[in-house]
């Protein structure tokens, strides 16, 4: 089993950048495919971001793919969101999940494990 804690949400003007990160609990963390999600106010969660467990490969959704990257050091227990371009329309509570599989999964129930969660918030 993994815990997950998300840090680095806040409040940024538009075109502003943030950086989260999500520390991992236990010694088998490179074992974890690693996700991002959002959830906006009165919306369901949606996928984000992607990496596989050697960080070799990611995937991004379109709304945020050349604006937002992921990446991981499993050395440190640790997935990063950098976020950059930021608009409005990112505005949302972004969480960490994990999961065991081999391929980058985007459907919210095939992750397993999930943080609480981190605001973000854009705007001026």
């Known amino acids: 089993q993994v815990q997950l804690v998300e840090s680095g949400g806040g409040l940024v003007q538009p075109g502003g950048s943030l950086r989260l990160s999500c520390a991992a609990s236990g010694r088998t963390f490179s074992s974890y495919q690693m996700g991002w999600f959002r959830q906006a106010p009165g919306k369901e969660r949606e996928f984000v971001t992607a990496?596989?467990?050697?960080?070799?490969?990611?995937y991004y959704a379109d709304s945020v793919k050349g604006r937002f990257t992921i990446s991981r050091d499993n050395a440190k227990n640790t997935v990063y969101l950098q976020m950059t371009s930021l608009k409005p329309e990112d505005t949302a509570v972004y969480y960490c999940a994990a999961r065991g599989g081999s391929y980058n999964a985007i459907v919210r129930g095939e992750y397993y494990y999930w943080g609480q969660g981190t605001q973000v918030t854009v705007s001026t």
């Open positions: 990496i596989s467990r050697s960080g070799g490969s990611t």
